[in-house]
Every structure is written in C-alpha cells, then in structure tokens.
C-alpha cells in the first residue's frame, strides 16, 4: 500500500484542494476575509487545466449561490464558499435550492457580527445555519469540522449527503479552523463523472427528462396551495430521514465526569484544553462535540447528561447551540453558557473558571 501523503496547510486551504481530489465539478464564490484563500488556492493551482473543474469568481456572493443552483441542478457537484455577512447574502439562493431539492454546498468560514462585524474568527451564524436564514419550513444539512484534517474529510462527506437526500449542506467552519495550518493528508484523486454517470445517477436534474419524455425543471414555485402543501409534506419526511440516520458526534471522556462541556469546530478545541486543566485539579470533566449542528445530537446529549452534576456550553457568541442543549436536556441538568463575543477566542483557562462559577459552585 502506497504511504499516504502528509502535508502542511491551512484549512481553507485543504477546503480547495480537496475539491479538486473529490472530482468537483465546479467552484463558485466571492472573495471575503477569513476564507478568501479557497479560491486563492484555486487560482494558484488551476484545476480547470488538470482535472476540469470550473472555477468562477462571481461578480457578488447573491451571483455566486445561483450559479452553484444551476450548476448543481444540472447534476453537477457544484459549490460556493464565503464568510457571515456573504452568506447572509446567499440565503434566499439556499431557501430556493432547499425547496427544488438541489444538492449544493456551501462552505462559511465564521466571523464576527453583526452585520460587517469584524473579520475575527466567530461561531455567530449558527442560528442562521442551522434554523435556516431564508423563507420557509426546511433544513440544510449542517457539518462542523474541528482540525485541518475534517475541512478537508467534510468536502467529499457533504457532497455525499447533499446528493444522498437532494439537500443543500454546508461546512460550517471558523475564521480560527480557515486560518491556522495543520497537517492534512489529502483524499486520493478521483475522477469527475462523465455526463452518462450524471444521467444515470441523477435523474432529476435538468439535462435528465422525466417519465412522460417532458424536460426536468428545478424550481421551487407551486401555485396549487394543496400541491404545495404535498411538496412541504414530503420535505419534512426526508429531515426526518435525516435526522434518523446522519447524526455525529464525538465524545471525549464523558464515562466518568461529573460536568461535560459541549462546543463544536474551534470552541471544541479550546475546551479540551480546559478539561485537561480540570482534570490535573481533579475535576472529572468530559466534551461532547457535536459534528452535525443539524441534524442536532439532541437524543445523544440527553443520554449523555443523564446522572451529570452540569453541562456547560461553550461557544464564540452570545449564546445560541445552548438553547438547543437546554431543549434536549429538558431541565435534568443545570446548563450553563459561556462564550466571548466581537471576534475574541475565549482562553482554556477562562472556559476553566467559567465552569467553576457556573456549576461547581452553584
């Protein structure tokens, strides 16, 4: 067996690269700080010469999700990448590819907010990612990568998904993950599928044609309220499916703790030094990471929290995966929050003192 390849990168740009291993058919997106070296990477290593990956920086990031919707309802394995305020922008794109069953990507590396904000890591767009930020009754498939490593596992895993159920997913990162550089091995390269495999493996998609011989036509409209109450119908059966069978997760010493932390993506890192800290003052605590923010771990936190003294929920914002922690706990164990807003990163020794004012000393 050949040894795998190991290289040094930051995880924007391992988002890029592989991509292009994953047999991607095409990129679209807008510069914006912190996840501006995706199609930076692009532009150095022109996959459209090697592989044939079309890449296309867009004049707008509202131009960059409707390219991604009609490439991806071709049957292409299409995406877009950007940051908070840009997918703030795309979220009517989402909505509508959410609604026609298109199985984009879309990758936001985090900053703080609102609005502008700033361009410090942040984990401010969780409601907005996971309640979904555009109109309607739906979900989008919701992956948060902790390491170099998962940013580049994620590209392929969320493609996988977004075809599986005909549902946008997004990789739901951090100006932290995008920026800092860590040792990545790469997927192998492989091979874009010709356009009798697209046929073959998506029929619905627009260069397909249906039963009666009529062209596919992917579009979220429906006049006809019952049609369309059909369609919602069927909707929320496939996130049930969903929430039934994709559901990650990670724990980290939680058989024996009294108290466990939950954090996703760079909040998940910066507690597992925090719970080394405790340990070495012999406090027993755990981490339970969530790697889907939706479908949420709901079931798997309850059960994990059965008997605990306490849950603290650590984040890069004001508070917003905690209400879902106190949702699935339902009031068994005392929950706490503490997070750091305006781009600042909380210190392992803060989320320490936290869990001690917050719980211990309840």
């Given at each position: ?36 070296e ?32 009609g ?20 979220q009517?794109?989402?909505a ?41 009754d739906?979900?989008?498939i ?8 998962e ?56 260069i ?44 980290m ?18 507690a ?23 479908p949420?771990p ?32 339902n ?9 750091r ?7 392992p ?12 000393e309840?």
């Amino acid at each position: 067996m050949a040894e795998q390849e190991v290289t040094l990168m930051k995880g924007n740009e391992a988002i890029a690269r592989a991509a292009i291993r994953c047999g991607v058919d095409g990129y679209f997106g807008y510069p914006i700080t912190p996840q501006s070296e995706i199609i930076e990477t692009f532009a150095l290593d022109k996959p459209w010469e090697t592989t044939g990956m079309v890449v296309v920086q867009a004049e707008s990031e509202v131009a960059s999700i409707n390219m991604v919707y009609g490439a991806a309802g071709a049957g292409k394995r299409a995406f877009t990448s950007s940051s908070s305020p840009g997918v703030a922008l795309m979220q009517e794109g989402i909505a509508y590819m959410a609604g026609a069953e298109i199985p984009g990507v879309i990758v936001n590396v985090q900053r703080g907010g609102p609005g502008l904000g700033t361009i410090q890591p942040s984990q401010s767009d969780y409601f907005q990612a996971t309640r979904g930020g555009g109109n309607g009754d739906y979900n989008v498939i919701v992956l948060a990568p902790a390491s170099v490593q998962e940013m580049a596992d994620f590209v392929e895993l969320s493609f996988d998904l977004a075809f599986k159920y005909r549902n946008p997913a997004m990789i739901l990162s951090d100006g932290v993950i995008g920026q800092m550089m860590e040792k990545v091995v790469l997927p192998p390269y492989k091979p874009r599928r010709t356009e009798e495999e697209i046929r073959k493996e998506c029929p619905w998609a627009t260069i397909g044609r249906s039963k009666d011989r009529k062209p596919n036509i992917m579009t979220s409209l429906e006049l006809k309220p019952e049609v369309m109450e059909e369609h919602n119908i069927h909707l929320q059966e496939k996130y049930a499916a969903i929430r039934e069978n994709e559901v990650r997760y990670e724990t980290m010493l939680c058989d024996d703790a009294d108290y466990v932390i939950v954090a996703f993506g760079s909040a998940a890192r910066l507690a597992q030094k925090a719970i080394g800290m405790a340990r070495e003052e012999g406090l027993r605590v755990g981490l339970f990471r969530p790697i889907t923010l939706w479908p949420f771990p709901e079931k798997e936190i309850a059960a994990m929290a059965n008997g605990k003294k306490g849950v603290l929920v650590v984040e890069i914002n004001a508070g917003q995966m905690v209400q879902d922690v106190r949702l699935a706990v339902n009031g068994e164990v005392p929950v706490g929050h503490y997070g750091r807003l305006g781009g600042i990163v909380p210190e392992p020794h803060e989320i320490l003192e936290a869990l001690k004012t917050k719980l211990t000393e309840r």
